[in-house]
């Protein structure tokens, strides 16, 4: 696992993961994804494809008071059945939104392309 922030339209490398950037005593919940990212840092879930990624925001900016502040998109991208590389997104940088989604479009399409062939 690894967590990255996109910087003119790269990735870059910030943490080994998540809980390396949070206060300790929010990196020690156990449900990453609705005890830690909904409940302590205020994202919800906003898209999804299956096997490719899950898109979390952020309702608000001023509900992070040091919870990542800065951070209103959480890309978690499937890499295999067992690890996830996250991606964070600054406010609403509609560029770094737009270059995630360009990085993403190969996986849609490739897993797109798997289901169509298993399921023939």
Known sequence: MAVYEVV???LVKV???LE???LPEL????DYE???LQKKLGFIVYDE???VYKLF???GLESAKGKLPGIRFIFDVSIDESAIDSILVMDDSLP???AVMRMLEPLVNRTASLRKEVLG
């Open 57 to 59: 925001r952020r309702g």
């Open 8 to 10: 003119k339209g790269e």
């Open 96 to 98: 770094d939104f737009l």
């Open 34 to 36: 609705v005890g830690l």
């Open 27 to 30: 990196a020690d919940i156990e």
């Open 20 to 22: 390396d950037l949070l």
């Open 49 to 51: 494809v299956a096997d």
């Open 15 to 17: 943490a080994a993961q």
